[in-house]
């Protein structure tokens, strides 16, 4: 597929983002109603914001391209593509990432959205699993993500999710690392102020993955938590600690209703 | 397989000033950072930009190695005459790509 084909198919794709973005507005609207919860993009600077707006200048778009050649390339054993089973993104994946973390079928514990994509690729594809903040997971996890944007934030109500959610809202609230603080300190009790000339954001996880300035690169939600912990100078959890999937659960829980607007751009 | 995200208009009135904007995936790697086994990563960076109408050049960019991964670039151009825009990247590592908008004027 050349570039300027996909550019096509990118124009094609826009148009329907155009929709999605004027709903995701809109929804961002109704929520300055009663609702006083502010996502990551509203503390950014108008040129930021733009620049997240504008699917041609946010450079996180360069990646859903590449995830949306991955959706379409066969892999593994089973020599199958997303695509193949899952058809067209746009229909199949619509508001799939607002209601993850979730327990796959079969399954006792949730995992994310990139633990769902390598789930499908070790069982469907009989692929080897994607390693974690790959590029080729991160570019199908946006590509993903992308097909939920402007969809409110959905966990779904299955009651075996309760007490991981809980273990995540502990670990939230517990005092750790060598500076002795929790994530609740900074972004519930002092969201909205400043650390070190940087608002203090309200952590709702509403652009995951990101494209990251300061990473210049397009990061996941756990690399953003890994940040987080490395800054309270806090041990790290590993890669796939199931900790991360518990806060993630958590986080989306305290979003829920809050408009997708992945993938997104940070400072 | 190239990476580009191209925004320019599909039409313009002849005289008008278009802005094209164009987004490239490029690792622009500095030549001067150390890998993790401490040695220093080769300079992998794009070197030049050009952009044609309908083959005449129209604008030009040196990059240097201080300038950041997935370059943005954002020009204007006066439409004269229908015709295609050629965007064109080199660099290190024989790094080309080339993409082609069109643009009716009328």
């Known amino acids: ?267 | 397989m190239a990476n580009v995200l191209v925004n320019a208009p599909k039409t313009a009135r002849r005289g008008q000033a278009v802005e094209i904007k164009a987004l490239i995936l490029h690792p622009m790697e500095t030549g001067f950072r150390p890998g993790a086994d401490g040695r220093i990563l080769p300079r992998n960076i794009i070197e030049l930009f050009t952009a044609t109408w309908n083959g005449v050049e129209v604008f030009r960019i040196e990059l240097s190695p201080a300038i950041a991964v997935n370059p943005f670039v954002s020009f204007f151009a006066v439409a004269t005459e229908s015709g295609t825009i050629g965007l064109r990247w080199s660099g290190d590592e024989g790094f080309l790509v080339e993409e082609q908008v069109a643009i009716a004027v009328e």
């Open chain 1, 1 to 267: 597929m050349t570039a300027r084909l996909v550019y096509r198919r990118m124009r094609v794709l826009r148009v329907g983002l155009a929709l999605a973005l004027v709903f995701g507005s809109t929804l961002v609207l109704a929520q300055g109603g009663g609702d006083k919860r502010r996502s990551g993009y509203q503390d950014m600077g108008p040129a930021l914001q733009k620049m997240q707006d504008d699917d041609t200048a946010n450079p996180a778009m360069l990646f859903v391209q590449l995830g949306q050649q991955g959706w379409a390339r066969p892999s593994g054993a089973a020599n199958k593509a997303c695509a193949d089973c899952h058809g067209v993104a746009a229909a199949s994946m619509k508001g799939v990432a607002a209601r993850y973390p979730a327990i796959p079928k079969g399954a006792d514990a949730p995992v994310d959205l990139e633990g769902r994509i390598n789930l499908c690729r070790t069982e469907n594809q009989q692929a080897a699993k994607l390693p974690p903040e790959s590029r080729e997971l991160l570019a199908l996890t946006a590509f993903v993500a992308l097909q939920s944007r402007g969809q409110p934030i959905a966990p779904p109500d299955d009651p075996r999710l309760g007490v991981f959610r809980e273990q995540g809202a502990a670990i939230y609230r517990l005092r750790q690392g060598q500076l002795n603080l929790s994530c609740a300190l900074c972004h519930d009790d002092n969201a909205g102020k400043k650390l070190a000339g940087v608002t203090i954001p309200e952590a709702h996880p509403t652009a995951y993955p990101i494209y990251r300035l300061e990473w210049q690169a397009l990061g996941s939600l756990k690399r953003r938590l890994r940040n987080c912990l490395v800054g309270i100078r806090a041990e790290p959890y590993a890669a796939d600690a199931p900790e991360y999937v518990m806060l993630e659960l958590f986080f989306m829980d305290r979003a829920r209703g809050m408009a997708l607007e992945a993938p997104g751009v940070r400072p």
